[in-house]
């Protein structure tokens, strides 16, 4: 049993090269199903495991064992492994829940900073602009999305490099991009060899966009030309936008330019193998903690006396 609980710990450690080759080989919008969806279940198994462990952990204990109804010992492996992972367990599940929490918090600050922010300013469709010397451009999302960008990025980009950045922050409102940086954002959480993973679902978001934004406006080079525009106007400056409200400046920058100006590449069995790979990576991660949860759900009736020993 307490093997099995291990292995939803281990697997998220090697996810981050299958999930990066992912992006590479799917198109932009499948990959990022893909790797949040590997990434949710990856988060999901961990937790479960880092639970079972807890509880193992604490039935070894006397009194919490009377509260159980444990009418005999239960049978775990050896307390010089079952109490120091139990340990681990406890510690790295407050140490996630904390940060978890803790993010939420600033995060939803953020947002409703801004969508006040948004909703005081006169309109243009779901176009807002503010008036702000730092340039900045992104995706709000919300009844009723709406696009944010400064005075200050309008005067950094031509007319035609405007039309292909809103075309690039409509894309993230219509795919609903902020849901999976939500997603990938409490995974990573959950475990911390998910939080390179994290990164490559980000990418795979802005190179959605990308693309959607290329067939938008029709010109993948003045797309480009927009994104790389627009990323050297805000250089290294902080913006005040929430995490999961996507921007065309976000990420690799010249990674997605690179991507743009080159003509798209589609190997159908690379594809589909690596998806495999991310597929199998999560089904093992999955049946092995859900095996264990089992394994440790009948050996606490066993102790209880319910099944036979």
Not at 24 to 49: D, F, I, K, N, Q
Not at 91 to 120: E, K, N
Request: glycine share 8%; aromatic share 4%; proline share 7%.
């Amino acid at each position: 049993m307490t093997f099995l609980l291990l292995i939803p710990l281990l697997v998220p450690f090697v996810v981050g090269p299958p999930a990066r080759r992912c992006l590479e080989r799917l198109a932009p919008a499948t990959a990022l199903w893909a790797v949040t969806l590997a990434m949710v279940v990856l988060a999901g198994a961990s937790v479960a495991s880092l639970g079972a462990l807890l509880l193992t952990g604490l039935l070894k204990l006397p009194f919490l064992a009377g509260l159980g109804d444990l009418v005999h010992p239960l049978r775990t492996a050896p307390d010089l492994v079952v109490l120091p992972a139990a340990a681990a367990a406890t510690g790295a599940l407050t140490v996630g829940a904390w940060t978890v929490v803790r993010s939420g918090l600033r995060q939803l600050r953020a947002f409703r900073s801004a969508r006040s922010q948004a909703d005081r300013r006169p309109t243009a469709g779901d176009l807002c602009v503010i008036e702000s010397p730092h340039p900045d451009a992104y995706a709000l999302p919300g009844r009723p999305h709406r696009i944010v960008v400064t005075t200050a990025m309008l005067r950094s980009l031509g007319a035609d490099e405007r039309e292909a950045l809103f075309a690039h922050e409509r894309a993230h409102n219509a795919g609903g991009h902020h849901r999976f940086l939500v997603a990938a954002e409490l995974a990573a959480h959950c475990h911390p060899g998910l939080r390179a993973v994290r990164a490559t679902v980000v990418l795979a978001a802005e190179r959605a966009a990308d693309e959607a934004a290329a067939v938008a406006v029709g010109d993948r080079r003045l797309t480009a030309r927009a994104i790389a525009r627009a990323a050297l106007a805000v250089g290294d400056a902080r913006s005040d936008r929430p995490g999961f409200a996507p921007a065309a400046t976000t990420g690799p920058v010249p990674q997605r330019v690179a991507a743009l100006l080159s003509a798209p590449r589609h190997r159908p069995r690379a594809a589909v193998g690596i998806a495999l790979v991310l597929a199998a990576c999560a089904a093992v991660s999955a049946g092995a903690s859900g095996a264990g949860v089992l394994a440790f759900h009948h050996e606490v009736e066993v102790a209880q006396g319910e099944e036979p020993r």
